[in-house]
């Protein structure tokens, strides 16, 4: 089997030395000058580089070793070598006879070769769909734990959300849009041709939870060289059913090409801080209606009041608090009533993150290995939550003989935290008592949990150290250290592949690949926890196994001006998934958390699943050229996929495309237009949507726990289908490449319109036929939109570069039908989303639906009442409620765009990347619930002198019997306007456009001179100074970061509540090689 | 080629880890549990039922006391009705005639028509012969009118009344958490519930005949008869009442003070049962409603919580007490409709229900049973009557509210007992039923709008009337 990249590289020797050849015979030789050109990034040589005396027509390559030899005027002149993916240079001759060159590599050159289905390493020229690559450098430099993340801002059309700023948190990639209701949105990652697994087995949502890092999110971003994004079907169509939503390619870093040995070194660490906190007000204490909150146990009295609508705070006064609270269940007089403005911000520590990691490379220019081992340890700003992980990374390739090559890689994963951070409306979750809280409470001295007195007897938190509040919460010092969320995962990625050269036109490879992990959680909860007074303890055990086993052949001709590239190939499939969970709802000894310590009377829930699915493929591409200007792609797959019904599991998978190079067709190639490449393409891809193995048979269920020893049978809510079929996706897409002023400044341009039609979805069923959902093909979702890239050099010196890069995409993403096929008859068609751990979206009373005629991902909930000219209408001084939900929003934005502005002097370089979203909404329930409890800031508005609301009350009614209105007069207490205006019956208040512009990323590096490291080892030294998540220059939503989420599943987007903060990173990256 | 690229595909995709067919006993257990925790859920038995009939009140969250119901009790009531019990004891049915075992066929009939029957007195009119038909492809079931339910109710009660004394097959006895596989007392549930059923549509139908042949049928004759789940020890299969009020610290539900000053009235001894002491050490009652709780008339401290007994883990959860049944009898014979005695009746309820509240001291219920007001009085027979049968379901919060809502009619304007909307109420009367659930509005459009159009009398609300109550 050829590798396309050493194909390309050997015509353009063989046209190079052609090229030379035929000069030679014009210029008059007086003089040779020789020498070696080599890279200067690891010292080995490079082949094919063009050297021309400047002026002239006189010209070699070098040969394999890197020498040159070449005929100058005795005078000297100019040497001029290039080659693609490498920095021009010129250098003058001088008295010289040999002239040694160390070529610099190019980025932007190097980003044309661009890695795309299996692999195939291709020429931006030739492709004929929108794709882009970026770099394994800019991975390094992010230093994001996430490889996820650092794609945030950098390419055109993708958009990526950090759910929050807890270790080990997931994020979520969308390419394009949503496309499916039931399925995830998110694309498929591909590790070295082998699809992995990008699942998170969390189970973070709205009630609370914990969110666990995404499957992606194992990577090492220093094994990175590069990531391709292929972002539509057109591009994705030879992946097949699992590639609907587009295709993250990712390229591990091989030992390929280096001579010799290199070792390089690379070192992180970064400080982690809340990026955002909600503005709180230190004016009133806990409390209702102006009266005092008195301490007794923290949950008799006044009913454990925990708001701050009560007396003013540094006024002088003093109260029983819940420190004045004894052992012996007496208080001691009372305390100041006094402010504690600090008290949510020193909560949270100081953060870090840091990584380490070492790469060993060698070889002999055939033959290489490389070895890498990373350490990445986070420490959250929560107190004791944490993540680590560490990769191990192998890989070789070995030249069996004369065309037989095999290669292998091999990443072997652990990740492992003791505590993920519990999310949501959780008590476990510490967020929640900063919102529903008294703003008199010193959070802090709680800290000190051991030495603290017991809550009393009669109080839910009985026998826990005290709190400020013993009926909803417990201590958070306290749950943080005793109600653990643990997390180990053993991941081992791996491929072996042989590829076998037949002739020179023909050849072959095969490739096993295998993905398979297994990860252990253990969910803690003390005795005395709120949610759990009894404790509780789960263990949870998920294995997955994913075997790839491909083949493809290839051959490659040319006649003429023709050249061709067919490819037929087959691919199996095959996945397995088990879990096991063990749940004890109570514990017979404290602190022991066993699944045998079940408390004595108390039923365990035992629970297994075994997932097993195939797909076998079958599939076909041919890739053909005309003179280098035209190109045209036909690819075609066939899947046949075990969790389709037999009679429908088929499916086929065509796609088209071709591109023009204008400038070489019609020959119009010049310095200001070098480059116009127009493109267009045409795809069909299938997916299963949300369909799991085993949803087209109907059985019993058992319902955990058992009643005693009686196991609960019954027969599941959900109506499985036996007929149906894949969801399927059709796209179009146009494109233009061009560059302008010889290459300075490259634009291309990309136009989609998908569409994903026979959407697979649990649609909702009238409960009184037996089923409250039922499987069928519904739906269809449309998606345009325009991805536009731009990238330039705007200096170009030897010393001094400054370019700026710019990425935009705007998104037309429609829900174009929910038509039910006879299953709900519904004139309001909209469909819930619905969490995959959970089984429910939303929270409180708004819920996430695909809704007919708008975006994917509505807020529907309910809204408040407003008069014809939109005013909302008051009663009695207070907001009045519409009696029917409405559509509040939708969390999609209408466009992303990120610019890149890069300067570099010299060895030092400084990077800032500035990203926006623009559109799309977020119901955030921490300003819901902070103002119906008077803690943040805007709640201080009227407390003396009460609140007159904006809009309008009725005063009558007018001929027809239609109401009057008139602007609102009436005058309310701020605290029974805030908690009409603010609660879970009233979402539209809390609704926000989330809408941002973030400094994302600054990166300030300076690679030391090699020369004050001669004489050591050390060489290309780089250190740099890291920032990430700088500033928010701009949003609209109050008190938290717009980019929220509970976790990275689709139905857990647009709605927060008590997120752990989003983290603002500072740090340093030292890397070097030896 | 295509038949060689799905080997085995069928194989693979065969789920192996739940059964398709399972015996028809197995599907009892999870059918009666969820019933049991449904009903006696505090939002149901609590919120909606008892403080509408002004057993319990709350100090705090009392929008439900006021009648502003959650919507999403409502629903989910309506779906563990239809697709957990009803549609549950359809499979039930057709694995029993599957393997050919008649007994477990009457006992799916009677947990069918048990389904039916809560279900029609919530909201009224409801699907019945188009129900629980999705896996022949019908997804938008009309609704039938109440009386037509109770047709159907009546006939399933029948059938399973024969099948039951069949002696053909048998019930495994551990997966009946009922009766432990007694098929005997299942049948004996079968005629009760029927009666009771008759007793419900007696203001619309002359329903004497049908009660004089029941009664010739094995019907409840002790309360080892009672139709009733025991809960177990330990959550999550502890009452429900438990789980919410004791083991998750709920301690708003709190006695009414309508129910509290009636038993105190006539020297209850029951009261204490019902009723803990407040933190005065006296038991003292809430009036229902109001917006603006808890304050110093009435908080946490000062109202006494209900009674520690009916918060027990193991307090079982009744789907037709003893108590109830001699109470519809005794109302059935002091009108004539069965021959006996209304007195004798009257008294074997009221002794039931101390039976029920674990009250063993025989002369403290003499002297109560002989008391004014209480000893049988045929002039206020039928009002005695009702009043006994409100305080023996105490603690049965939908029951308690539906028998209430049946004595709502000609002078009984306010129901017996005469009962006053909550303080700050919503309405200004006492909720007659549940709406029909939102997701019926968009998911069965049509039959909704039908249904609301013929079947009842008035708008889809909570205070609209069902059939038998008018």
């Known amino acids: ?1074 | 080629m295509a038949t060689s690229c799905d080997k085995d595909f069928e194989t693979i995709n065969t789920n192996p880890n739940a059964p398709v067919v399972v015996p028809s006993s197995n599907l009892m257990t999870n059918i009666i549990f969820l019933g049991g925790n449904q009903l006696y859920s505090t939002f149901v038995n609590g919120d909606m039922g008892a403080c509408w009939a002004h057993q319990f009140s709350k100090v705090q969250y009392n929008d439900e006391s006021r009648y502003i119901v959650r919507q999403s009790v409502i629903q989910s009531f309506w779906d563990t009705f239809y697709t957990q019990f009803y549609s549950d004891a359809v499979s039930m049915q057709k694995l029993a005639i599957a393997e050919g075992n008649m007994t477990t066929h009457g006992v799916s009939l009677v947990l069918q028509a048990y389904a039916l029957s809560v279900l029609t007195d919530a909201y009224g009119g409801i699907p019945n012969a188009e129900a629980i038909q999705a896996t022949e492809g019908v997804f938008f079931p009309k609704y039938d009118a109440q009386d037509v339910v109770y047709d159907s109710i009546f006939a399933k009660l029948d059938r399973a009344n024969m099948m039951l004394a069949s002696g053909q097959g048998d019930i495994t006895p551990s997966f009946d958490i009922m009766y432990a596989g007694d098929a005997s007392k299942w049948q004996k549930f079968a005629n009760s519930l029927k009666i009771r059923g008759l007793m419900r549509i007696s203001n619309k139908v002359d329903v004497s005949a049908e009660l004089k042949a029941t009664m010739a049928k094995p019907i409840f004759t002790s309360l080892s008869d009672a139709a009733k789940l025991v809960y177990l020890e330990e959550q999550p299969n502890a009452n429900p009442m438990y789980e919410t009020v004791i083991y998750s610290g709920r301690k708003e539900w709190k006695v009414a003070a309508t129910f509290v000053n009636m038993l105190q009235s006539m020297n209850d001894p029951r009261l204490p049962v019902c009723a803990n002491e407040n933190g005065d050490g006296v038991i003292r009652g809430k009036p229902v409603g109001f917006i603006n709780v808890p304050n110093d008339d009435y908080n946490y401290d000062n109202v006494s919580q209900v009674g520690a007994f009916y918060t027990e883990a193991t307090a079982p959860a009744y789907f037709l007490s003893f108590s109830e049944f001699q109470f519809l009898l005794a109302e059935a014979a002091q009108k004539g409709w069965i021959n006996g005695s209304a007195e004798s009746y009257y008294n074997a309820g009221i002794a039931a229900s101390m039976a029920e509240n674990g009250i063993t001291d025989g002369n403290a219920i003499s002297t109560y049973m002989a008391g004014s007001g209480v000893a049988f009085n045929s002039g206020s027979a039928l009002n005695q009557i009702g009043t006994q049968k409100w305080i023996a379901l105490f603690g049965q919060g939908f029951e308690s509210w539906t028998e209430w809502r049946r004595s709502v009619s000609g002078d009984n304007a306010k129901g017996i007992p005469a009962l006053d909307p909550a303080a700050e109420a919503f309405y200004s009367s006492i909720p007659t039923r549940y709406n029909y659930p939102r997701n019926e509005q968009t998911t069965n459009s049509a039959n909704y709008k039908d249904a609301v159009s013929n079947l009842l009398t008035g708008d889809d609300l909570i205070t609209t009337k069902v059939w038998w109550m008018n």
Do not use: C
């Open chain 1, 1 to 1074: 089997m050829y590798n396309l990249k050493q194909y390309n590289m050997k015509r353009i020797l063989l046209l190079s030395f052609t090229f030379s050849f035929v000069l030679a015979f014009s210029a008059m030789a007086q003089r040779t000058v020789s020498g070696t050109v080599t890279s200067a990034e690891d010292g080995s040589a490079v082949p094919g580089v063009n050297v021309v005396l400047k002026g002239t027509t006189t010209g070699t390559t070098t040969d394999l070793d890197g020498n040159y030899r070449l005929s100058v005027p005795e005078e000297g002149g100019t040497l001029v070598f290039s080659f693609i993916g490498l920095t021009p240079q010129e250098v003058a001759i001088g008295a010289r006879s040999v002239i040694d060159v160390g070529m610099e590599s190019d980025v932007t050159e190097l980003a044309e070769v661009v890695v795309t289905a299996f692999g195939i390493e291709r020429q931006e020229k030739s492709l004929t769909y929108a794709t882009q690559e970026v770099n394994g450098e800019k991975f390094t430099q992010a230093r994001e734990a996430n490889v996820v993340n650092s794609l945030s801002g950098q390419i055109a059309g993708v958009q990526v959300t950090n759910s929050n700023g807890a270790p080990g948190a997931s994020s979520r990639i969308v390419l394009r849009g949503a496309s499916t209701i039931s399925g995830s949105n998110q694309p498929l990652f591909v590790v070295d041709g082998i699809p992995i697994n990008n699942s998170n087995y969390g189970n973070g949502n709205a009630f609370g939870g914990f969110d666990s890092p995404n499957g992606a999110g194992d990577i090492n971003p220093d094994d990175i060289a590069s990531i391709s994004v292929l972002k539509g079907p057109v591009a994705a169509a030879l992946y097949g059913n699992r590639a609907a939503n587009g295709v993250i390619l990712i390229t591990t870093k091989t030992g390929k090409g280096t001579k010799g040995l290199g070792i390089s070194v690379n070192s992180s660490t970064t400080f982690d801080s809340p990026f955002r906190l909600p503005a709180f007000q230190n004016s009133y204490g806990q409390g209702a209606s102006n009266s005092f909150f008195e301490f007794v146990d923290g949950q008799n009295g006044s009913a454990a009041t925990d708001e701050s609508w009560g007396m003013p705070l540094d006024a002088g006064l003093n109260a029983v608090q819940w420190n004045n609270y004894q052992s012996d269940g007496t208080t001691n007089g009372t305390t100041p009533w006094v402010s504690y403005p600090n008290n949510v911000r020193d909560f949270y520590q100081q953060g870090f993150t840091t990584n380490n990691g070492v790469a060993i490379s060698g070889g002999d220019g055939t033959n290489a290995f490389r070895l890498s081992a990373t350490n990445m340890t986070q420490k959250g700003i929560v107190p004791n939550t944490d993540f680590h992980r560490w990769n191990l990374n192998a890989s070789g390739d070995l030249e069996l003989t004369k065309g037989l090559n095999a290669s292998f890689s091999a990443n072997y994963i652990k990740g492992q935290a003791d505590n993920l951070q519990s999310v949501g409306y959780s008590a476990n979750n510490p967020v929640l008592q900063m919102i529903w809280s008294g703003r008199n409470v010193d959070l802090n001295g709680l800290k000190d949990y051991n030495n603290l007195p017991l809550a009393g007897p009669n109080t839910q938190a009985a026998g826990t150290p005290l709190n400020w509040n013993t009926l909803f919460e417990n201590n958070p010092f306290w749950t943080q250290h005793t109600n653990l969320n643990g997390y180990d995962k053993d991941r081992l990625i791996g491929n072996a592949k042989i590829t076998y050269k037949i002739t020179d036109w023909l050849s072959a490879f095969v490739r096993s690949g295998m993905d398979t992990w297994s990860q252990r959680n253990g969910i803690n909860k003390a005795i005395g926890t709120n949610e759990a007074v009894n404790g509780s303890f789960q263990e949870l055990d998920r294995r997955f196994q994913e075997i790839n086993n491909f083949f493809l052949v290839t051959a490659d001709k040319t006649f003429g001006d023709f050249s061709g590239s067919i490819s037929f190939g087959g691919n199996q499939m095959i996945q397995n998934y088990t879990n096991i969970s063990g749940f004890i709802p109570g514990l017979e000894i404290p602190g022991v958390y066993n699944l045998s310590n079940i408390k004595s009377g108390n039923s365990p829930t035992l629970q297994n699943t075994i997932r097993d699915q195939r797909i076998n493929s079958l599939l076909g591409n041919g890739r053909f050229s005309y003179r280098e200007f035209v190109y045209l792609e036909l690819s075609a797959r066939n899947d046949w996929w075990s969790v389709l019904p037999t009679n429908n599991n088929s499916y086929f998978y065509p796609a088209a495309s071709i591109s023009f190079v204008l400038t070489d067709m019609f020959d119009f190639s010049s310095f200001t237009l070098p480059y116009l490449k127009v493109r267009a393409g045409w795809s069909k891809v299938g997916s299963a949507g949300g369909l799991s193995p085993y949803s087209t048979q109907q059985v019993f269920r058992f319902s955990q726990p058992a009643f005693g020893s009686v196991p609960r049978l019954y027969n599941p809510g959900t109506l499985n289908n036996p007929n149906i079929k894949p969801e399927t996706t059709t796209g179009i897409e146009f494109g233009l490449s061009t560059k302008f002023f010889n290459g300075r400044i490259s634009m291309d341009a990309t136009y989609y319109d998908q569409t994903s039609s026979d959407l697979i979805v649990n649609v909702q069923t009238s409960s009184a036929t037996g089923y409250t959902n039922a499987y069928n093909n519904v739906g269809e979702i449309n998606n345009k939109g325009v991805e536009l890239q731009l990238t330039s050099k705007i200096i170009d010196k030897k010393d001094f570069n400054f370019g700026i890069n710019v990425n935009f995409a705007s998104y037309n993403n429609r829900v174009v039908s929910v038509n039910n096929n006879g299953i709900n008859n519904d004139k309001d068609d909209a469909i819930n989303l619905t969490d995959p751990n959970s089984g429910t979206s939303g929270q409180w009373n708004v819920s996430l639906q695909a809704r007919e005629g708008y975006k994917y991902g509505v807020l529907y909930g309910p809204a408040y009442l407003k008069d014809s000219e939109g005013n909302i209408v008051h009663k009695n001084g207070l907001p009045q409620y519409d009696p029917n939900y409405k559509v509040l929003g939708w969390y999609q934005p209408n466009w992303t765009g990120g610019v890149t502005f890069n300067v570099a002097y010299k060895g030092l370089s400084l990077s800032a990347l500035v990203d926006a979203k623009w559109g799309g909404s977020m119901y955030s329930m921490t300003t819901t619930w902070g103002r119906y409890s008077g803690v943040l800031n805007e709640t201080l508005k009227g407390r003396d002198v009460g609140i007159i609301g904006k809009g309008v009350m009725q005063v009558g009614t007018d001929a027809d019997g239609n109401p009057t209105y008139a602007p609102n007069d009436v005058v309310v207490p701020a605290e029974n306007y805030n908690k009409i205006a603010y609660s879970n019956s009233i979402a539209e208040g809390s609704v926000f456009d989330a809408s941002y512009v973030k400094l994302r990323q600054l990166t300030l590096n300076y690679k030391l001179p090699d020369s004050w490291f001669g004489g050591t080892p050390f060489k290309n030294v780089n250190v740099a100074l890291v920032g990430r998540n700088l500033a928010l220059l701009y949003s609209k939503i109050p008190h938290v970061d717009p980019e929220s989420a509970f976790s990275n599943a689709d139905s857990s987007q647009g709605i927060e509540f008590g997120q752990i903060p989003s983290l603002r990173s500072l740090g340093f990256n030292i890397n070097f090689k030896l």
